[in-house]
Every structure is written in C-alpha cells, then in structure tokens.
C-alpha cells in the first residue's frame, strides 16, 4: 500500500469516527432491556401455552403407551400359546404382530412430527406478539433498542428493565397495544415584549 492511500484511508476513518462520535453526542443512546427467563415464569398467557402442550404431549403419550402394551399382550399371548396353535393361526398371529409393530413406529413418528410442528407454531406465535410489543414499548418509551438481557450483559441498572411491562401487555392479548405514551408538557408560552 502506498503512502498515499495508507493517508486517504487513514483520513477516512478518522472522519467517520468524527461524524460517528458527533451523531452519539447529539442523539444519546438510550437502552432497555427483556429479561426472557423472567417473561417467561412471569407470563400467565405463557404458562397456559406451555401446560397445553404438556398436556398434549402427555395425550400423545398415553396413546403410544396403549399400543406399546397392546402388542407386548400380543407378543406374550403368541409366546403362551404358540406351541399349542395350527400353523396357520400361529402365522396369522405373527402377522398381526408385525402390523401392530409397524403401526406402533408410524404412530410414535406422527407424534413426533407433530409436537415439533405445535412447539414450533407456539414459539413463532410468541416471537411474533414480542416483537409487536417490544417494538411498540420502545417508540413508546423512546428507547434506541432493547436487548435479550442473555446478550451477554454484565450489569445494568434496573430502571432498564422492560420485563415487566413487556409480560403485563403480552398477558393482555396479542392484538393489544402498549399505553399511549404520557403527554409531554407544553413549552411554556413566550412572553409578549414590553412596548418601547
């Protein structure tokens, strides 16, 4: 690199650092922060998202258990009676082991896929809502940006913390909006100059 370009490039920065420094000193960077653990053991719409698919997982469960049994009777029925059945009932009876085995693996597979397929629908339904409302909190408190508090923040005041406010307007309803923002206090009128 010439000693020239070295300096052009050198100049540059120098400007942008300048201009960059200039911009931060008139407009202050003003941040906040979500706490999501928090959000997340404070929320009741988020609990109630969370017990519902416990509780499909448990019905998806159950379900699986029954022909898991269902088929280890069978195993048990065949292993008991095999040496006294035709042939031809032994070999059905395997047969229908077989179906009931294939069955048992197609079913544990749909619901799989399935509660991949309903996690994944709540989590893009929440990000969803907390980006509306993050979004609208911070024009509404004039913030510059708010951050995930696990951003690797190592310590912050707490009067950043929007946590609370974020799970009071999520628990109010997706389609809710934040507060309107308090008025801010008129300039106080000129006053009229004394005539000369």
Known sequence: M????????????????????????QTPLTVGFVDMQQFQA?????????????????IKRTGLEKKQNDLKALGE?????????????????????????MELKLAQKQAETEL???????EESMMRDLIKIIGDLRKQKNLSLILNSSAA??????????????VKIYDAGAGSKPAAAAPKPA????KPKAPK
């Open 77 to 101: 029925q065949l292993q008991k009676q095999g040496p006294m059945l035709k042939e031809e009932t032994r070999n059905e009876k395997i047969k229908e082991i077989g179906m009931k085995e």
């Open 2 to 25: 010439t000693r020239h370009t070295t300096f052009i490039v050198f100049s540059t920065a120098l400007l942008l650092a300048f201009v960059f420094g200039t911009c931060l000193a």
């Open 153 to 166: 923040i190592l310590a912050a005041d707490d009067s950043l913390d929007v946590t609370d406010e974020v």
């Open 116 to 122: 991949q397929n309903e996690g994944r629908a709540l």
């Open 42 to 58: 404070k929320s009741k719409r988020m609990q109630e998202m969370q017990k519902q698919f416990v509780e499909l997982n448990n």
């Open 187 to 190: 300039a106080p009128a000129a």
